[in-house]
């Protein structure tokens, strides 16, 4: 998913990890309203916020953000 894509979905689950050895990055997997499923980077002030089961939205041009 890029900057410019426009979706809503669901949490399914929450992860993070050192992917390349220095930096920890956060994801959460989405599955969209389209019943899609995609892996998504998130800020660590979001990834906090959202539980399996939270709604999350993205807009085009914007951060996801939590519904």
Known sequence: MNREDIWSGTV?????GLLDGSNLYRRVTVRTDENRTAKVRVTRTLWNELAVGDRVVKDAGQEPHRA
Request: aromatic share 0%.
């Open 12 to 16: 399914v689950k929450k992860s993070r």
